[in-house]
């Protein structure tokens, strides 16, 4: 340490090659954690996206719920004859993500360009949704209207002006119908 310190103490100019390699260095450091952040918020922002459609989608099957409060529970029921049956509405999640974040189909992808660019590509969408049985035996432990979607997001990564392999994660999300009145 006192070595690195008489260093850059001298007057010499023999410290100016160390300035500049502990410059770089920090350079390529910053732009290392600016490409993490930029995968990270492009992550967030698509899985508060996909947050957002499955919302609507739950939302969405509220005409069909049979409104069991007083029993402690909600499913998705229509009345048929003199029994119930199921009624699920799944909606079109892709076209709500298409319209939320600018996607454009391309293939089996919806991607969002930056430019020419792109930025990320969506596919795989799974979804889920289960339908708490009617009258439970325990309303306590039923479910609920329960939606869980899962969705590949691809985000190409570069890094010194060359391409790495791109950002491959399933982002899971969940929500739940739960009737307050």
């Known amino acids: 340490m006192t070595k690195l310190y008489g260093i850059l103490k001298e007057k010499k100019g ?15 450091i910053l732009c290392g954690i600016s490409e993490y952040m930029r995968l990270m918020i492009i992550a967030s922002g698509v899985r508060d996206a996909v947050q957002s459609a499955i919302i609507s989608t739950v939302n969405d099957n509220y005409d069909d719920v ?3 409060v007083r029993e402690g529970y909600a499913g998705g029921y ?5 029994s119930w049956e199921g009624s699920i509405d799944y909606g079109d999640i892709y076209e709500y993500l298409d319209n939320t ?24 969408l799974s979804v889920d949704i289960t339908n708490v049985p009617l009258a439970p035996s ?32 399933n982002l899971k999300v969940q929500a739940k119908y739960m009737p307050l009145f």
């Open 138 to 169: 325990d309303s306590d432990s039923a479910q609920g209207l329960l939606a869980d979607a899962v969705i590949r997001l691809e985000v190409p990564v570069s890094f010194g002006g060359k391409s790495l392999p791109p950002m491959r994660m």
């Open 66 to 68: 049979y409104h069991g």
């Open 14 to 28: 023999s410290s100016f090659p160390l300035v500049v390699a502990i410059t770089l260095a920090l350079v390529i």
């Open 78 to 82: 229509k009345p048929s004859g003199s």
């Open 101 to 124: 974040l600018g996607l454009q189909k391309n293939g089996g992808y919806h991607v969002k360009y930056a430019g020419e660019a792109v930025e990320f590509k969506l596919s795989g």
